[in-house]
DNA sequence: ACCTGAACACCGTTCAAGT
DNA sequence: ACCTGAACACCGTTCAAGT
């Protein structure tokens, strides 16, 4: 029989949902997804592998459990400020910081959107926009618009980290993918080689706040007296 | 020996890359990304799991070449038309379609932003926006808000087939992400239970052109001298 | 009730052997 | 050069057997 370690000098903890779901962020901040294996996972908890699913249903729900954790730090973190846009580009910022920590998270947000995380996510997003007065009719859009953006870099994140490792490999494959794109055709990438410069210089979360804020411009001219939209006015510009 | 068939009357077709890419096409259509195997794909070409990789290099690279193929159709598809809005919302929505009919597309997007298609989205959304007459210094940040949201949707539509291969399972997810809220902590998604009936009866299609209609009205904003508009005006944090 | 770890059913990919 | 298909190295998951 195995004799429970008395006084409190437990030699091998045990087994518990929190300790699973603590090694495999573990594994996963070093070694990306690929890396999470049930098997590495049982060694590192020194067990066998059938042990975990007694805790967790699936691999899917582990990872699940992984990015919630680090995700409502990031969400519960942000200050509520419903005064001017601060507070939902805190939240924003926030979720972008951890996706690009632990790439991991942004490509399982990417694989599985509808996680509970993404929904508490959108309830925050939403929220701050019910206080800054955004209309009724447009909150849930106006949201949503802001999420999937979210998601979108999300899923780039998750990517990048995959592309050789490299955080800043994207001006590599811009000029791989633009000098390749010559090979079959000059010119197939017009505007790319146009902003060429700005690609290899600009920030990725500089990028992503100013999507943001291309966002919330967008929801505050929307918020004014609502017109029978056809399009916005871009024809101020020409003449 | 095998006798070379006369008069063209092939019974089987030589494997090629276009014939490969075409049947893992059929497989992914009906049945989604775990349908295709080389097994099952080799099974249906009537020859060996180790002959496609003679015209493929890997299962990546054939996903992105079938991803590819429907997107470029896409995009190339929609007709330029600079004078308005108009020519970005097309390709948007094409896309936006093609990833709905095929969700295995969305979810290869999501999970591989970076390639050749995206880039050709991104390359063409951009020339738009410059026919638009964005500032140039906003062109890159604008187009990739654009793709950034095509994105973060396209994981949402790739994983809401999966979500028990319902098209209409969102309503009822969100009903038992919001009842099962309720059993933890009534309340704990304030914002989704107010809109919950928006949510019950809106649109995906509807709701992913409304999100580009606030991108777009915000590029407008930013693209034009700022409006006096005291009111809903967040302001716009200097980086 | 929880743990153990061998075994099962499947993958993507490789490679000697053929043609 | 291209094809063949058995074999390899790995998965997630299950389950009889233990404690």
Chains 1, 2 share one sequence.
Not at 38 to 61: M, Q, S
Request: charged share 20%; aromatic share 4%.
């Amino acid at each position: 029989m195995q004799p429970r370690p008395a006084r409190g000098e437990r030699r091998v903890e045990a087994l518990s949902r929190a300790r699973i779901v603590q090694a495999a962020i573990a594994l996963l901040d070093d070694g990306g997804i690929e890396a999470l294996t049930f098997r590495a996972l049982a060694a590192g908890l020194a067990t066998g592998p059938g042990a975990i699913y007694h805790h967790v249903a699936n691999k899917d729900e582990l990872l699940s459990a992984a990015a919630s954790d680090l995700l409502r730090t990031a969400i519960d973190g942000a200050a509520a400020d419903g005064s001017d846009g601060r507070g939902v580009r805190e939240v924003m910022s926030r979720v972008f910081i951890t996706v690009t920590e632990h790439p991991w998270v942004g490509r399982h947000l990417a694989a599985a959107p509808w996680q509970p995380a993404v929904l508490q996510l959108l309830d925050r997003v939403g929220s701050e926009l019910t206080a800054l007065g955004v209309p009724q009719t447009q909150q849930l859009d106006a949201a949503s618009v802001l999420v999937f953006h979210l998601l979108g870099v999300a899923a780039q994140r998750g990517a990048a980290s995959q592309l050789h490792e490299m955080t800043e490999g994207r001006a590599a494959f811009i000029a791989e993918a633009t000098s390749h794109a010559q090979d079959l055709d000059p010119g197939q990438y017009p505007f790319l080689e146009q902003v060429g410069p700005q690609l290899a210089a600009h920030d990725d979360e500089q990028q992503f706040n100013a999507g943001v804020d291309i966002i919330l411009a967008g929801i505050a001219a929307g918020s004014g007296t609502t017109p029978d939209r056809p399009a916005p006015d871009f024809e101020r510009r020409s003449r």
